[in-house]
């Protein structure tokens, strides 16, 4: 499989962006999936996302 090609989503990880569902597991879930596999994360299209609490990533932004 051509990894090159290759994106994670929120969606696929469960993020609906309606604004009244807590969003933070899904995108958590996502960038932790995409650093273990080496991949880039691509919001399909910007919504409302809702966080119910704060996010802190433990290691740098990778520019694609």
């Known amino acids: ?11 696929a990880f469960g993020a609906v962006g309606d604004g009244k569902t807590d969003d933070v597991p899904a995108i958590y879930q996502a960038h932790e999936f995409a ?3 080496n991949l880039p994360v691509k919001a ?7 966080f119910l609490c704060c996010i802190t990533f433990g290691y740098g932004c990778k520019q694609f």
């Open 35 to 37: 650093n273990n596999e």
């Open 1 to 11: 499989m051509d990894k090159s090609k290759l994106v994670v989503t929120y969606e």
């Open 44 to 50: 399909r299209y910007v919504k409302k996302i809702r």
